[in-house]
T-cell receptor, first 115, second 111 residues
């Protein structure tokens, strides 16, 4: 399978715990995006990387959220001191950018439930 | 920043009928407009996209139209089939920028 891979698919955690999600993009893609999707809503942009550089972070991304893409390949998204409001589907997407906007290819997401 | 509105939120059609979903965007600098289909438990999948230098694009039963003046774009699905049932999202972006998504349309196709 050469698509975007996310791990884990599901995560249940207690309020106050830290969680980390992993995304493996399509191998030749230089852009990697994180989005968050709550029930009945469209994906909301969180942050994106071009290679290993984090180019933009949304105001939605509080100080408890941090994302990394250390070698320009896979990425991790960590949420510290989780809150019930963090419960959502976290989607990763990748694209190959060469000037023009290019199609985003999404993974199947990590569904986070904070109890 | 960009804002994308999508209508209707739900749409029910009989198999074989056409379905139309409409979106508006706010930023006149946006020039890329993809449509995604999302099935339960899966991530969004790109089904068709259009750039601002084109007014219409068609791929088999799916077509997208773009009116830059009015800042509207629409998805048209003809000869709908039960497997077309899913949530559809429109999105918009400027060159080399992030996608901003609409709120989605749940399409149900009844056999």
């Amino acid at each position: 399978d050469t698509g975007v891979s996310q791990d884990p698919r599901h995560k249940i955690t207690k309020r106050g715990q830290n969680v980390t999600f992993r995304c493996d993009p399509i191998s030749e893609h230089n852009r990697l995006y994180w989005y968050r999707q709550t029930l009945g809503q469209g994906p909301e942009f969180l942050t994106y990387f071009q290679n290993e550089a984090q180019l933009e972070k949304s105001r939605l991304l509080s100080d408890r959220f941090s994302a990394e893409r250390p070698k320009g390949s896979f990425s991790t998204l960590e949420i510290q001191r989780t809150e019930q409001g963090d419960s959502a589907m976290y989607l990763c997407a990748s694209s190959l950018v060469a000037g023009l906007s290019s199609p985003l290819h999404f993974g199947n997401g990590t569904r986070l439930t904070v109890t | 920043g960009e804002n994308v509105e999508q209508h209707p939120s739900t749409l029910s059609v009989q198999e074989g009928d056409s379905a139309v979903i409409k979106c508006t965007y706010s930023d006149s600098a946006s020039n890329y407009f993809p449509w995604y289909k999302q099935e339960l438990g899966k991530g969004p999948q790109l089904i068709i996209d259009i750039r601002s230098n084109v007014g219409e694009k068609k791929d088999q039963r799916i077509a997208v139209t773009l009116n830059k003046t009015a800042k509207h774009f629409s998805l048209h699905i003809t000869e709908t089939q039960p497997e077309d049932s899913a949530v559809y999202f429109c999105a918009a972006s400027k060159s080399d920028d992030k996608l901003i998504f609409g709120t989605g349309t749940r399409l149900q196709v009844f056999p």
